[in-house]
């Protein structure tokens, strides 16, 4: 990332606004003395120099930055492209209504279609469908890679499955080759939700980069931050359009921000009921939203994609610290393990009471919030007991005894860049100091 892109940033304002960032981020965590964050985010003086210089330009709304944001992720992940979104919830919400387009004909999902996903999720992985009128089909995970089981899957199909959408669980990447085997075999579509696993790979190649769709968050909490912010990552060009006019208020007009007749013919078009030649600006062909992102967040996106791989390092570091310094507890807890041929980039550490050790998840929570460390559970456990899902119109597939295994027993630690070997150690004392009590 060079300063040429900070066009509206002299020298000397430059210089005394570093000194004003310098003093508003990333303080010291002191052990013991201060919280320990599950997650957080990482920030130096150039991320809100960005942001800064977009907010000069007076634009406001996607421009130049989101320009150069979009096509710099799609190439970091190997994406044929990506189109920013105001949050990783807008992302799923894009990506699923992406293939209910009349565009893609007999493959357009319809209401009343059947999308296989996990029970131990995420609300926002699960949502898009659900309002949209579809079933979700819960499949169980697997422990300890905490991933859909992928053996589970072609049993969960039906003639009225159209798609999958699954999240890769805390960093670690869920079997894709078996699961795109699937998705092809059947010709179903895949969305990877892969909002926790930004930079993890399969087999060499990048999370994101396999399904039809993926999609990304830039909330503080995950790998690189824009504030609020996602992607949309697009694989197949027949998604693009759709996408598209799904985000930018479901319009058949594909124009940048800012421009007019990039089609050549704005007021030649007849589509619909509409008369001829009604503009092509505002001709709707989608049920869409408005889900764009500020250049702001785009700017300070930007500089912090640059700093992606030494972030995804330090968080496959600190895996590992707080793996070695665990494994004595091991008759305690389920370690998490990679799933093979992946190299995950990690969003958390998952800690899973084993069977008969009498020890209450909720207690030794408690004890580690008492000492100023953070966790977390795995997000929404099983997500069909959650008062929202309890009566949706469901199909579920075995007896999902994993997803309520980690709802009762299973908590995650962080292992985000902004800490270091003394956090862990202190964290791994104050766990055994449990057991010693």
Known sequence: MTENNLSNLNSSLKKELTSIIQGNINSKIIPEKDYIPVTGKLLDPNDILFGVDATLDAWLTTGRYAKKFEPTLAKYIGAKS??????????????????????????????GDEVITVAAGFPTTINPLIQFGCVPVFVDIDIPTYNIDASKIEAAISNKTKAIMIAHALGNPFN???????????????IEDDCDSLGATYNGKKTGSFGDLATLSFYPAHHIT?????????????????ALSFRDWGRDCYCETGCDNTCGKRFDWQLGG???????????????????????????????????????????DNHKILYELMKPLQEFFILPEKTPNSDPSWF????????????????????????????????GGNMIKQPAYLDIEKRVVGDLVNSNK????????????????????????????????
Not at 176 to 190: F, G, H, P
Not at 410 to 415: A, E, Q
């Open 226 to 242: 824009m504030g609020e912010g996602g992607a949309v990552l697009i694989n197949n060009r027949r998604l693009q359009m759709p």
């Open 176 to 190: 894709l080759k078996v699961v795109k085997e699937i998705a092809d075999k059947y010709k179903l579509w895949l």
């Open 348 to 379: 958390g550490f998952m800690l899973t009471v084993r069977d008969n050790k009498r020890v209450d998840r909720n207690m030794l929570v408690r004890h580690l919030e008492e000492n100023k460390i953070g966790t977390r559970l795995f997000f």
């Open 274 to 316: 509409l008369p001829q030649g009604y503009d092509h600006k505002y001709i709707y062909s989608h049920i869409g939203f408005n889900l764009k992102v500020t250049d702001t967040q785009a700017a300070i996106g930007l500089s912090q994609l640059s700093k992606i791989d030494q972030f995804v390092a330090k968080r496959r």
């Open 82 to 111: 990506s189109l920013l979104v105001n949050s990783g919830s807008s992302a799923n919400l894009v990506a699923f209504y992406a293939l209910t387009s009349p565009s893609l004909g007999k493959r357009a999902i319809q209401k």
């Open 406 to 437: 980690v709802m009762n027993d299973s908590f995650w630690l962080g292992v985000w860049p902004g800490l270091e070997k003394d956090h862990f150690e202190y964290i791994f004392n104050i766990i055994k100091k449990y057991f010693c009590e």
